[in-house]
């Protein structure tokens, strides 16, 4: 997985480039060169490596490790069967590793691309040309479209365009969302006020269970879907009071929208929580298999004072005799114990372990016992979430809250209530 981490620091808000390319480098006429050179050919493509056959090529890792600790005589005869070893598993696909695309729901429809509600040059002037906020913007006197916010008493450099923040990333602070001041700026603005009955514009808003808000013209019910939408129909629309049909109409309009988003984002957070569960599943193999094999360790340095007389049996009741320890371990095993590999005496970690000390390896099997009852309490938390009663799709929300307003102090308006949790 570490390609995956390095190209997870490269690929990120702000990346400029359409392509980046990972590379791994290893010196030729190395344990790891030949151990590459034999792969298939197949095994070629990034788009393999980390997709299906990425758990596979995992164990490159202990094939390297264990081929650069063996002899010479015997180091060419363990590469060949490690590798024909990969090479059948690629072909044939059998894979007991982690798989998230067996999670994949393909009956979910793809998200429709949608554009941004509001762009950071909007933004800027509801912000800026607010009455609240006017006064607290000065031109910076140095860079061309920044501002010096006064702010806490203080000045910060600020700016809402993104190239600009790139080319002066030490100077500039970037106003956008998520990044903290733009949310204390909104929230100083004061809204206008609530309680009229008649408006350019209706909002309808939830709080539970997420908050999401709409906006729709009071004139014909269409939905506001954009900032630029709104300052026009604020500004130009006619002024509308509104009647008991058309309220129902505009809640029975915004809760089925409502509904669709909260359903969707049901079903992607279930999906996140399968691919959980997944992850916990192999981290929970993973420990089970170090502990069998620091148990096997301790059967080959055994002396004549120790109690327990453990066989070095390399076989799959290595698994079956962790259960004596009972929690976490048979807990574990009867969560994740089908189709666990079995020990061998050429694992690297085995070898490590055989080599050391019986303290040290008492406490890696203490350390081992605690993480494996954290990964298990976590396993089991996330199953339940997704029985029935404890989650799933919401059917049904809160009835909304519905405000008109009209161009009174549109700016301010604006400003306050324009953020990202709207529906439509």
Request: hydrophobic share 40%.
């Amino acid at each position: 997985m570490r390609v995956e981490q390095r190209i997870g620091r490269i690929d990120r808000i702000g990346q400029v480039y359409p392509d980046v390319w990972i590379r791994n480098y290893f010196y030729e006429d190395t344990v790891e060169a030949d151990v590459y050179h034999r792969l298939d050919d197949r095994i070629t493509s990034f788009e393999s490596v980390v997709g299906e056959l990425q758990p596979i090529l995992s164990q490159l890792a202990r094939v390297i490790e264990a081929a650069a600790m063996a002899n010479d005589k015997k180091r060419g005869e363990l590469i060949a069967q490690e590798v024909e070893e990969i090479n059948r598993r690629v072909r044939s696909a059998e894979t007991s590793a982690l798989n998230l695309d067996k999670f994949v729901d393909d009956t979910v429809e793809a998200a429709a691309e949608l554009p941004s509600p509001v762009t950071l040059p909007e933004l800027e002037r509801a912000i800026v040309e607010s009455g609240a906020m006017r006064g607290r913007f000065d031109p910076h006197p140095e860079i061309a479209g920044a501002h010096l916010l006064d702010w806490h008493g203080a000045y910060q450099a600020v700016t809402f365009n993104p190239e600009l923040f790139d080319q002066h990333p030490s100077t500039l602070r970037l106003l956008t969302y998520g990044g903290g001041l733009l949310e204390e700026v909104l929230q100083a603005v004061e809204p206008p006020g609530d309680g009229v009955a008649g408006g350019q514009v209706v909002r309808c808003a939830q709080a539970v269970p997420w908050p999401l808000v709409g906006f729709y013209g009071s004139a014909d019910g269409c939905p506001v879907r954009s900032l630029s939408e709104l300052r026009a129909v604020v500004e130009k629309g006619p002024r509308v009071e509104l009647k008991d049909d058309q309220r129902q109409c505009l809640i029975a309009q915004f809760s089925s929208t409502a509904e669709k988003l909260m359903a969707r984002e049901t079903n992607a957070a279930d999906s996140r929580r399968k691919a959980h569960i997944s992850s916990l599943t192999e981290e929970i193999r993973q420990l089970l298999t170090q502990a069998a094999c620091i148990e096997l360790a301790q059967a080959a340095n055994r002396d004549m004072f120790d109690e327990e007389d453990m066989p070095l049996d390399f076989s799959d009741q290595a698994y079956e005799r962790l259960k004596r320890h009972k929690y976490p371990f048979a807990g574990a095993l009867k969560q994740v114990g089908a189709g666990l590999p079995r020990p061998r005496p050429e694992d690297p970690f085995y070898i490590r372990m055989n080599a050391s000390k019986r303290d040290v390896l008492t406490r890696r099997f203490d350390a081992i016992r605690t993480k494996l009852g954290e990964r298990l309490r976590q396993l089991v938390e996330a199953k339940q979430a997704g029985e029935p009663g404890m989650g799933g799709v919401i059917t049904s929300v809160a009835t909304p809250v519905i405000t008109c307003f009209s161009s009174s102090r549109h700016n301010d308006m604006l400003a306050r209530w324009m953020n990202r949790s709207r529906c439509s």
